[in-house]
């Protein structure tokens, strides 16, 4: 049995002139969670559809648990997945809902119970799914990704619409599903939340992977970054200005000017800036975390 859970290669998706997929090529192995990143645009949503064998690649070739995403009948029974919002009867409840879908893929609906329970439902499986919250309609999704008891659980934005505890439980499962050994490949817009759960990490840009590997080894490889903020921030170019000159590249965004530079040059800026006249209400030097390495990868956008 392969020890990759998904291989890519040269996967490529084109719509008339436009190219949503261009050449990507990544792996993910068993038991991981892996973290899967870009800016709007860039492919993700599309790249898991050719996974999922929804939509077929231009050229290229993946594999999902062994199998080629030509195949898609001899590997779907072992994914599951929530893409793009879940879809359920609003007037049925939670747990019918999932006896429903359970019934249709052939899944035993004795899980049902339990997988309310495990995506913290508990004591709302009764109540109809038109009652429930955009958080409650996202655990029942994930609920519903888990009726195969997947091999692969492959999941689009999962903590869409929910409250900081309800991401932590979301954390929680999937950090223990992976411990069990599910694969978890999990599309996110949450940088800090990828960086937290994730041991591996693939990075799309335009429709291009600008990274894949472990999310240690893209940190460590990422320069060290002093934080500015000015009293004034029409200063903030200023400052800008001053590192440039310097050699430093800079870029500014959220009303503070991120410096790539060593530590130590930080008390330099401070004694240029106030030659300058500019007054420094924040000056941090910084290790690389995932979002400032995924703005630097990404352009920011």
């Not at 893409?83 to 609003?90: L, M, S, T, V």
């Not at 995506?119 to 038109?130: E, H, I, P, S, T």
């Not at 009726?147 to 979301?170: H, M, R, S, Y």
């Not at 994730?198 to 840009?205: A, G």
């Amino acid at each position: 049995m392969s020890t990759l859970a998904i291989e890519v290669t040269g996967l490529t998706k084109r719509y008339d002139n436009l190219t949503a997929v261009a050449g990507a090529t990544f792996s993910v192995p068993r038991g991981a969670i892996c973290g899967f990143v870009g800016p709007n645009g860039a492919g993700k949503t599309t790249t898991i559809r050719m996974l999922l064998g929804l939509i077929a690649p231009t050229s290229g070739s993946a594999n999902v648990l062994g199998q080629s995403i030509a195949d898609p009948e001899k590997y779907l029974a072992f994914v599951g997945a929530l893409i793009e919002g879940p879809a359920f009867y609003p007037a049925l409840t939670g747990a019918e809902n999932l006896r429903v879908l359970a019934t249709l893929g052939g899944f035993p609906t004795q899980r049902v119970e339990e997988l309310i329970t495990q995506v913290g439902l508990a004591g709302r499986g009764n109540d109809k799914y038109k009652t429930y919250s955009l958080g409650m309609k996202q655990r029942l999704g994930i609920a519903a990704a888990l009726l195969p008891n997947p091999a692969l659980l492959i999941l689009d934005e999962p903590t869409n619409g929910l409250d900081p505890e309800g991401i932590q439980e979301v954390r929680d499962l999937l950090k223990k599903l992976a411990s069990e050994g599910t694969t978890v490949f999990v599309s996110s817009h949450l940088l800090s939340e990828i960086e937290i759960i994730s041991e591996h990490i693939v990075m799309l840009r335009k429709g291009e992977v600008v990274f894949a590997g472990p999310i240690e080894e893209l940190l460590m490889n990422q320069k060290p970054t002093i934080i500015v903020r000015t009293e004034n921030p029409n200063d903030l170019e200023k400052i800008a200005t001053i590192a440039t000159a310097e050699g430093h590249k800079v870029s500014i965004r959220g009303g503070e000017a991120h410096i790539e530079g060593p530590h130590d040059w930080a008390a330099i800026l401070n004694k240029k800036a106030f030659e300058a006249g500019i007054t420094l209400a924040q000056l941090t030097p910084t290790l690389p975390n995932l979002e400032e390495t995924f703005f630097e990868m990404t352009g920011g956008k």
